[in-house]
């Protein structure tokens, strides 16, 4: 079945990087894009960045568009997550999402893994 195990979170202070990792099994990588998404508690969940299969074409938020890079290695079937220049307003716990694009051309997510927190603060 389709496995997404994300891994990389931690506590980090403002101004600092994380990276963060997603394992992908039960599925073939290499043909579908993915998604990171992050979610704070009592909020709705926030796209935070895409990458087509081929690793081209990656599409930010403008809250991280600058600071953070999303990047895949489909021989190791893993997507990855840099982020630089952390802020407090990043705090979230970080979800890897399987993508696609419905006939009214928005993204949908169809697998999520179980997530990985992310806290910056002081």
């Known amino acids: 079945q389709v496995q997404l195990v994300e891994s990389g979170g931690g506590m980090v202070q403002p101004g600092g990087s994380l990276r963060l990792s997603c394992a992908a099994s039960g599925f073939t990588f290499s043909s579908y894009s993915m998604s990171w998404v992050r979610q704070v508690p009592g909020k709705g969940p926030e796209w935070v960045s895409v990458?087509?299969?081929?690793?081209?074409?990656?599409y930010y938020a403008d809250s991280v568009k600058g600071r953070f890079t999303i990047s895949r290695d489909n021989a190791k079937n893993t997507l990855y997550l840099q982020m630089n220049s952390l802020k407090p307003e990043d705090t979230a716990l970080y979800y890897c999402?399987?993508?696609?694009?419905?006939?009214?051309?928005?993204?949908?997510?169809?697998?999520w893994g179980q997530g990985t927190q992310v806290t910056v603060s002081s």
């Open positions: 999402a399987r993508s696609g694009v419905d006939l009214r051309g928005s993204y949908y997510f169809d697998y």
């Open positions: 990458i087509n299969n081929g690793g081209g074409r990656p």
